[in-house]
């Protein structure tokens, strides 16, 4: 880990620390690459989508993921925000 990378997860620890607590949530944001729908989430991971949209809501107060189309009721794009990328690689480095 950098001192770069290090830092920034430092400051985000509650956040990371709430993460990794979560199988499931540990599982879902590894599979949040670029823009993606519940629906690639769900496929992606493994879990239902009615259980990969509750943790994208989780993620979504925790600003991790912000909902680039909230108009819509179909079609949701999510994409991890500054936080959520440097929390998903900090899950990644350990794996």
Avoid: A, C
Wanted: net charge positive; no cysteine; charged share 35%.
């Amino acid at each position: 880990m950098t001192s770069k990378s290090s830092s920034k997860s430092k400051k985000y620890i509650k956040e990371l620390s709430w993460v990794k607590r979560g199988k499931q949530r540990r599982e879902i944001i590894v599979h949040i690459v670029g823009t993606k729908t519940p629906t690639e989430i769900s496929k992606k991971s493994g879990y239902s989508l009615n259980h990969t949209s509750k943790v994208l809501n989780e993620f979504r107060k925790h600003n991790l993921v912000k909902l680039l189309n909230p108009e819509d009721k179909t079609g949701r794009l999510y994409q991890l925000t500054e936080k959520g990328k440097v929390v998903k690689d900090e899950i990644l480095e350990e794996e």
